[in-house]
């Protein structure tokens, strides 16, 4: 007894429901991409004011201060530049022997047009760094 193996069409239900999970999934990704991008952003403009806080770390305190009081200035209106528009933006400047750290810590929104929703990302990108001092 032989069995024939009947060939499925092209076109079938697990091939739609592919294509659909593939159209949802580039749907999510095109809607949300503006909040990836701003968290990249925001992570390039810390990591360019990471070189300052490594320097007032290794500063005596008198001099580090006046550098950390021009880095709470400067950093937060970089980020309002980079597109940071939460008015709850906080920037936190961490100190240590061992680590010097920048996080920002802001809400950013994506809307979906289909489905008429907006949802909100809490973002806090960290640029970080050894705090040792280098000597050659």
Do not use: C, H, Q
């Not at 095109?30 to 004011?49: E, N």
């Not at 001099?63 to 940071?84: F, N, Q, T």
């Not at 008429?116 to 973002?123: A, G, H, I």
Request: net charge positive.
């Amino acid at each position: 007894m032989v069995v024939k193996y009947k060939k499925p069409r092209s076109i079938n239900a697990v091939s739609v429901g592919l294509m659909l999970l593939l159209g949802l999934a580039v749907y999510i990704a095109i809607y949300t991409w503006p909040v990836y991008s701003l968290s990249s952003r925001a992570k390039g403009v810390l990591l360019d004011y990471l070189p300052t806080l490594y320097r007032a770390n290794l500063l005596n305190e008198a001099a580090s201060v006046s550098m950390m009081r021009d880095l709470k200035v400067k950093v937060p209106l970089a980020l309002r530049k980079a597109g940071v528009k939460d008015p709850n933006l906080e920037v936190i400047f961490n100190r240590s022997k061992k680590e010097v750290s920048i996080e920002a810590r802001f809400k950013a929104s994506a809307f979906f047009p289909i489905i008429d929703k907006t949802w909100e990302f809490n973002l806090s990108p960290r640029a970080a760094t050894d705090a040792a001092r280098v000597e050659w």
